[in-house]
């Protein structure tokens, strides 16, 4: 079935750790987004990318690095600078034409310790 | 860019009606959409309503859309204790096709029995 996941989706990271976060599609969607969602503060948008190897910043991307090598993934890279991770990281791709809308996948929550 | 904003909670008994509201700045969004997300999982597209539309009906769901005011609403009849989630809504921006989803910060819903 097609889809889109993400891994792992739990994760623990002791301050001072780069950590990477998966994101692999195999809906053959050009357009893939990451965001960040925080009790109450819904859903903010760390990088976009609207085709392989190009991708922007989006509303909150300091502390975080994405690559987009391949149409089907898009990692996302916290890293140390990042000043408080813990948080659900959610990654998703759009199609081109139809409704626009977007698929997400499961979440990965990420606690620093 | 767009702007969406939304209420954070909504109680109601099962059996009730619910209705969700949003409101949004961006009137150029093609479409806008309702997203429904379980605890500690991604979201799901719930449904649509093209931007030439006033209302959309799907089962026990009605969207309404007031573009004079911005105004976008969800209708859950007969609400169930399944329904408990958080509701998003979403449009979706930008210029030079740059296509940036927008989302409210979420309503959070939570049924009585």
């Known amino acids: 079935d097609g889809g889109i996941t993400q891994s792992p989706k739990y994760l623990f990271r002791k301050e001072g750790q780069n950590v990477t976060l998966s994101c692999e599609q195999n809906l053959n969607h050009d357009a893939m987004y990451w965001y960040r969602q925080d009790p109450g503060q819904g859903l903010r948008l760390i990088y976009y990318?609207?085709?392989?190897?190009?991708?922007q910043k989006g509303d909150i991307a300091e502390g975080y690095s994405v690559s987009r090598e391949k149409k089907e993934s898009f990692p996302l890279t916290v890293t140390s600078a990042q000043k408080n991770p813990t948080a659900f990281y959610l990654c998703a791709s759009r199609g081109a034409g139809g409704t626009g809308e977007l698929f997400f996948g499961e979440g990965s929550r990420l606690t620093v310790l | 860019g767009e702007d969406v904003e939304q209420s954070l909670f909504l109680s109601v008994r099962e059996g009730d009606s619910s209705v969700i509201n949003c409101t949004y700045t961006?009137?150029?969004?093609?479409?806008l959409y309702w997203y429904k997300q379980e605890p500690g999982a991604g979201l799901q597209l719930l449904t649509y309503i093209f931007s030439n539309m006033d209302m959309k009906q799907d089962q026990r769901l009605t969207v309404l859309l007031n573009k004079k005011d911005k105004h976008l609403s969800l209708r859950i009849a007969d609400t169930q204790t399944g329904d408990s989630a958080i509701y998003f809504c979403a449009g979706i921006g930008g210029s030079g096709g740059s296509y940036i989803p927008t989302f409210g910060r979420g309503t959070s819903l939570i049924v009585h029995p």
């Open positions: 990318s609207q085709i392989v190897n190009d991708f």
């Open positions: 961006d009137s150029s969004s093609t479409y």
